[in-house]
C-alpha cells in the first residue's frame, strides 16, 4: 500500500505557472503507475495527466496538452506536475493517485486504487 499527499497549490494570476508535488510512502514508489486528476465545483472528477512507473510514458488530457507536464523521481518517492498558461478553467482540487504498475497507462478514476487528499489551485482572471 502507498500513502500520497499532495502539495504546492494555491493562487496564481491567468498565464501563471504553479508546481504540484505528490510525495509518497509505504511500498516503493517505482511499483506504481501514478496518475493527475482535477475536480472544479459542480463538477466529476476529470483525468489529468498520468506516468509509467519506470517513467518512459506519459499521457495527458488534450486540455492541458503542450501546458502540462508530469514527472517522476523514484529514487525520491515523489513525482510533480508542471503546470504553465494557466487559465481559470483550470481552477480546481488536483488529485495524485497511483496504481500497481502496468505497460499500458490508465485514465479512469476507478483504475487507480490510492489517492491523495488534493491541493486546491485556483487560476483568478
Known amino acids: 500500500q502507498v500513502q500520497l499527499v499532495e502539495s504546492g497549490g494555491g493562487l496564481v494570476q491567468a498565464g501563471g505557472s504553479l508546481r504540484l508535488a505528490c510525495a509518497a510512502s509505504g511500498r516503493t514508489f517505482s511499483s506504481y503507475n501514478w496518475a493527475w486528476f482535477r475536480q472544479a465545483p459542480g463538477k466529476e472528477r476529470e483525468f489529468v495527466a498520468a506516468?509509467?512507473?519506470?517513467?518512459?510514458?506519459?499521457t495527458y488530457a488534450d486540455s492541458v496538452k503542450g501546458r502540462f507536464a508530469i514527472f517522476r523521481c523514484n529514487a525520491e518517492n515523489t513525482g510533480a506536475l508542471e503546470m504553465s498558461s494557466l487559465q481559470p478553467e483550470d481552477t480546481a482540487v488536483y488529485y495524485c493517485?497511483?496504481?500497481?504498475?502496468?505497460?499500458?497507462?490508465?485514465?479512469?478514476?476507478?483504475?487507480?486504487?490510492?489517492w491523495g487528499q488534493g491541493t486546491q489551485v485556483t487560476v483568478s482572471s
Open positions: 493517485a497511483a496504481r500497481t504498475r502496468s505497460a499500458l497507462l490508465h485514465r479512469r478514476e476507478d483504475e487507480y486504487d490510492y
Open positions: 506516468i509509467r512507473w519506470d517513467g518512459a510514458f506519459t
